[in-house]
């Protein structure tokens, strides 16, 4: 049985235990597997509260594959295109934190984001303001992003 079958099969069972009507489609891509689930009104059910529900169903099929194979493989899941919602949102955060940033001319904090979130950010933020760089802080729960003014360098060296 090869990957994606592994993982529509077990992501069907998953799934077919928290709602009733899904439809399932798994591809592969550059070596990670995007598990795309489509779902009505039961969706939030498997999205979870900030995504956590999503993250969770990654994690046990990531494991559950690399039981199964013996190989670490990389997947993510979406759910109703809850990742480019999520994406849109983020972009948009990150824009006012930027701009927040600008104005205060000092850096702006922000915490509760998980890796996947700051690394949003991390790259919205390079792309889009190149006075500005990003950067996080602390440990687990207290890890914070930081929005900044890049410094100038000041010996002469560019």
Request: hydrophobic share 35%.
């Amino acid at each position: 049985m090869d990957k994606i079958e592994i993982i529509k099969t077990e992501a069907n069972e998953l799934l077919s235990k928290m709602i009733n009507k899904f439809e399932l489609e798994v591809t592969e891509s550059e070596g990670a597997y995007l598990v795309t689930v489509k779902a009505d009104e039961e969706a939030p059910t498997v999205i979870g509260r900030h995504g956590e529900t999503i993250r969770a169903l990654q994690k046990i099929l990531e494991v559950v594959l690399f039981k199964k194979t013996n190989e670490a493989v990389n997947i993510l899941v979406n759910v109703n295109d809850y990742r480019e919602k999520q994406k849109e949102k983020l972009e948009g955060m990150a824009a006012q934190l930027a701009e927040k940033a600008q104005s205060l001319k000092q850096p702006v904090y922000f915490r509760g984001l998980s890796s996947y979130e700051r690394k949003i950010i991390h790259e919205y933020i390079t792309a889009n303001f190149p006075d500005l760089t990003t950067y996080s802080v602390g440990e687990g729960r207290d890890r914070r992003l930081v929005v900044d003014i890049k410094k100038e360098n000041t010996d002469g060296r560019e």
